[in-house]
């Protein structure tokens, strides 16, 4: 049984989040300074995820109540370490971020 997608906005914004995130991929794994794999690999799982939400969304596929929520966390989770290796003077701006994106990515 095949189902035609049906491209609503949240699908066509996280798709294409996932997909935006493959350059910044590149752009990272040459400029990380502490643990580029690491990075790199957080940032891959969560371009995965959000396409993966994205397309299981659009085919109104029921495994996308297990991804969204897998993907948030891992969202959640760089934020996170954004806020934790940022430097004194970057705190206060990488919180005010964290909760920009987290009021921002519910979905």
């Known amino acids: ?6 491209w609503t906005w949240s699908a066509r914004v996280l798709t294409a989040a996932g997909l935006a995130l493959i350059p910044w991929i590149f752009v990272l794994a040459r400029v990380a300074g502490a643990y580029p794999v690491a990075w790199v690999g957080l940032d891959t799982m969560e371009a995965i995820g959000l396409v ?15 991804v969204a929520p897998a993907t948030a966390v891992l969202l959640t989770v760089d934020a996170w370490f954004d806020v934790l290796t940022a430097g004194p003077g970057a705190v206060l701006a990488a919180l005010r971020y964290l909760a920009w994106s987290e009021a921002s990515s519910g979905v």
């Open 52 to 66: 993966g939400t994205g397309l299981l969304l659009a085919r109104s596929d029921r495994r996308r109540v297990a």
């Open 1 to 6: 049984m095949t189902t035609t997608p049906c």
